[in-house]
């Protein structure tokens, strides 16, 4: 982390934004390869950061030709268990729709559609263009560039054409948006 507040194990913690909106050719921040920069309301755990707030943003500068990452809507085991893979999904199906789900025990259970955690993609402070999205990236009719993370997996977030250096941010919205690693392809054979 290169934020200078640092991290404490479940403790959210208020990062702050920067100063000023970064300018085009701006000095990137951070300023070195491996480091994270947060902004927003996170809380760190041993194997992941998660969204306290509901804005946030994960920034970090790479030199790679694709970058990967793996994230979930939730970082919560319950939640994963119950959204997961064999597990009953809240915001859909017999708990989430008809009698179940309109009543009391839907409230509770938290019955009716579930918004899921999405954020859009900034590369050097400009919008994701689709030259280097990667296969997860869908673009919405403005342009932007924005992924939704609707179960735990690795999202293919860049596919640059060739080996690059850039600044990346995740601008994040959803409560309870967990990012766990990121990976990189750094050779690139020639064609």
């Given at each position: ?30 300023d ?7 902004q ?102 403005a ?31 959803g ?8 990976a ?8």
């Amino acid at each position: 982390m290169s934020n200078p507040e640092g991290v404490e194990k479940g403790v959210v913690m208020l990062y702050p934004g920067r100063s000023e909106a970064p300018k085009k050719g701006a000095t990137p921040i951070p300023d070195a390869p491996k480091q994270v920069y947060l902004q927003g309301a996170w809380r760190s755990q041993d194997e992941y950061v998660e969204l306290a707030g509901t804005q946030g943003r994960i920034t970090f500068r790479y030199k790679a030709k694709d970058v990967n990452m793996v994230l979930s809507p939730t970082g919560d085991v319950v939640e994963l268990m119950l959204q997961g893979q064999g597990g009953i999904a809240l915001g859909s199906g017999v708990l989430g729709s008809g009698v179940l789900g309109s009543g009391v025990l839907g409230s509770v259970l938290g019955g009716g559609k579930v918004e899921q955690p999405s954020f859009y993609l900034l590369q050097d402070n400009e919008p994701l263009q689709p030259l280097n999205a990667g296969v997860d990236v869908a673009f919405s009719a403005a342009g932007q560039a924005i992924v939704v993370t609707d179960r735990p997996r690795m999202y293919r977030l860049i596919s640059n054409p060739d080996f690059e250096e850039h600044e990346l941010t995740l601008v994040v919205s959803g409560k309870g948006f967990a990012a766990y690693s990121a990976a990189f392809t750094t050779c690139v054979a020639p064609a």
